[in-house]
């Protein structure tokens, strides 16, 4: 058998111009207010794309519920410099210190390595602290700017790894809209 078959011996065309996986990466968010149990996988500093910029990220990895088992979440916390997207002076300090919080209450519940030492955290000190730590977090979801659905998940909440998790299923998030739909239709003075 030819390196250029298949498993099961077909032939793979020799000129295939085009090719397309089917399946794969695109994984509906997981609905807003669940609360699962993640552990750290890595935690760095990391620069905007023009360089101006720099903000901790956290890739975190989902351990339970089982549904979202081995689910990646990347968080930036922007704690160091002020987020660019926001224009207003007032609302990016703002920002910044709930981010401030946010790594606090990370470090915490990692074991306040960083905290206890008073600096600003460097590439190996975030490692060092917060690698393969497991905490509770809270999901919420940002919205497709284009479609106006869920796109993708943010971090809202961290909690000790004991904390309680929950899902939010579907039947849940159809009731949610259903409410905000009933709320807007009473505001509406026609």
Known sequence: MSFWSTSTGEA???NPTSFEIEGGGKFAPIPAGTKVLAIIEN????KTQDGLAEYVEIKWAILRPEPYKNRKI?????CLDYDPTVTDVTKAKAKRDKA???LAAIDANAGGLLQRSGEE???I???SALTNKQMVIGLNTWDDRDTKKPAGNWVYYVAEKTAEIS???ADDVKKQQENVSRQIDYEIPF
Not at 74 to 78: E, H, L, M, R, T
Request: avoid cysteine; aromatic fraction near 8%.
């Open 121 to 123: 955290p460097s590439d």
């Open 12 to 14: 793979i065309n020799t």
């Open 74 to 78: 990347f968080q930036k916390v922007w």
């Open 167 to 169: 899902v939010v299923t």
């Open 125 to 127: 000190s975030l490692a």
């Open 43 to 46: 935690a760095s500093r990391r």
């Open 100 to 102: 401030l919080k946010m």
